[in-house]
């Protein structure tokens, strides 16, 4: 074998050995997946933080009364007959500005308590997530029913606690969820009412002059959306759902 065929083959097994130590393993060699000491490369960090922050839109809607202020918007738009009017662009801004405006307290209180001292470096991580979550506790215990706490701790087989305060949140997530929508239906359910009423008059109206043809949600409509602006529903809709909070 000549001098350049050594050569090549002498620089061909020292590479080998270099390019594998140069790949970025899985996890980091202070122990096995799992253990205390491992700890995920940089690309599978990032692949949790975006799945992370895709989930975040849908755990911040569940935490918060945009839950609620939107579903009894959207019951107003079907009592109202008026179909895609206000639009879905509109009553989702509504309900976000309605829902800061409202959570605004809460927010501070887990900036002062968990942000910002774990920006100080004076809380690790874990520490800043268990003081920001009792602000947030303190939140959901106010809104969450009894029964449908108890609901979710029996079927988790999770003791009884003796504070409110001790109750986890994936147990008061939950509660709060169903909570807020019943308590959504329930005001739904009553805007629903003086609507129905109208709707009824009106189909009465016109069976008994034989007008059959004619839909009756076409004559109705008009007088629900006078009757709703002259009693100034708007306020009455949103001061109520504000108030509720309070």
Do not use: C
Not at 5 to 27: D, E, H, T, Y
Not at 156 to 165: D, G, Q
């Amino acid at each position: 074998m000549s001098r350049v065929s050594m050569l090549a083959v002498a620089l061909a097994s020292a590479k080998a050995p270099l390019g594998a130590a140069a790949a970025p393993p899985l996890f980091s060699a202070a122990g096995p997946p799992g253990s205390a000491g491992a700890t995920l490369s940089m690309p599978m960090q990032v692949v949790v933080l975006l799945t992370l922050l895709t989930l975040l839109p849908a755990a911040v809607v569940s935490v918060t009364p945009f839950l609620r202020i939107t579903v009894v918007l959207h019951f107003l738009r079907q009592a109202l007959g008026t179909q895609s009017t206000p639009s879905n662009q509109v009553l989702l801004g509504l309900a976000l500005f309605l829902t800061i405006l409202i959570m605004q307290p809460v927010g501070l209180q887990i900036y002062e308590k968990a942000w910002a001292p774990m920006e100080r470096n004076q809380l690790t991580l874990a520490q800043a997530f268990e003081e920001g979550s009792q602000p947030l506790k303190a939140f959901l215990v106010r809104f969450a029913r009894e029964k449908d706490i108890r609901l979710f701790l029996e079927i988790s087989r999770t003791p009884v606690p003796r504070t409110p305060a001790d109750v986890e949140l994936k147990i008061l997530i939950p509660a709060y969820i169903l909570s807020e929508l019943k308590a959504g239906f329930q005001i739904g359910a009553v805007l629903f009412l003086p609507f129905l009423v109208i709707d009824l008059l009106v189909a009465s109206v016109v069976l008994s002059v034989g007008m059959i043809q004619l839909p009756p949600v076409m004559i109705s409509a008009p007088f629900k959306i006078l009757l709703f602006v002259l009693v100034d529903g708007w306020n009455l809709t949103v001061g109520s759902l504000m108030k509720s909070f309070y």
